[in-house]
C-alpha cells in the first residue's frame, strides 16, 4: 500500500499489545497507519483513539513487549501524508502561505526574493511527488555494543528508534546483526505495528573480517607482534567488507518488498558506504548517527 492512499473499508482486526495502564495509547493524533478507535476490551467505552504506528514507538518506551492482553480494535483508513510527505507537506503549505501574503504587497518583495521563494516552492513539489513514488531507507549507525540485549544503552537506544520510527512512519526495522551473538535488543521490539528483519550477513568464510584489537593475542591481520601495542581495531579486509555490503543490500531489498519505509540500524563503519549503495539501489535514503 503506498503512502498516502488508503483503501476506503473499515477493517476489524485482532492486535496483541503490551502495556501498562494508562500508557499506552492517547492523543487524536492522525497518522498514516490509521486512526485507531478501540471498541471493546479494555479500552472497552467510549471513544478514546491511538495512532497506530505510534503503537510501536509507544511500546518501545515501555521497554514491555511481551503480549499481556487481546484489545478488538476498528481501524478507520485516511488519506493523509505522514513521515517525511508530511514534512514536505507542511513546508510547501508554509512557503504557500507566503507567498500569497507578500503578493498583497508587490513593493516590499524584491522581484529576486519572490523568484526564490517560487524555485523553492517547485523543488519541494518535485521532492515531495518523489517521495510517494520511491521507498525510503532510514539508516541508524551506531556501535554494536549498544545492540545487545541488556546493554546500558538499550534504553537510549529505544528512545532514538522510537523518535525515528514516529517521525518517519517505519513499517518495518532492519538490523546488521549476527546469528551467533543470540536476538538483539532491537529484535525484542517487533510488534503488531512493526516488522522485524535480521539483514546481516551468514557466518560464511566469504563474510569474514578482522573481530579482534591489534593488541589481543589472538589477532590475526597486516601487522604482527602488537602485544604492547595501544588499543585499536583494524578494519577490513576490504573485499570481505564489500561481500558484506552487497548481501545486506540484497537482504534489505528483500526486507523492503511490502514495505514502503525503513529504518536499518548499521554499524558505524557502514554508514557512508551503505547509504551509497542504497541510493544506487533507487531508495530515498536519511543516515543518522549516534555513538552513546
Known sequence: MKRGHWIKEEIWEHFRIAFREGRCGGGAGRQKLGRVTAASGSY?????????????SAMLKLGELSTSRTVRMLIVMETKPVGRSAILQRKIDKLQREIELVAHFPQTDPSHEA????????ALHD???REGKTKRVIILATEHGCQLDGNAKNGALAQRLSLLIERFAVTVLMEEWSERKGPSFASRLESCVLSYSDVGTPSEEQF???RLPINHPDYVGTLDDCGECPYMSEYGPLDRQENRERKMLQNI???MERHQVGLFLVGLGHLHSMSNKLLAANFNVTAFEWLG
Do not use: I, M, V
Open 44 to 56: 472497552g467505552e467510549g471513544r478514546k483513539f491511538f495512532p497506530a504506528n505510534r503503537l510501536a
Open 115 to 122: 523568484d526564490k521563494r517560487l524555485r523553492e516552492l517547485a
Open 127 to 129: 521532492e515531495l511527488e
Open 208 to 210: 569474514y573480517t578482522y
Open 253 to 255: 531489498q528483500t526486507a
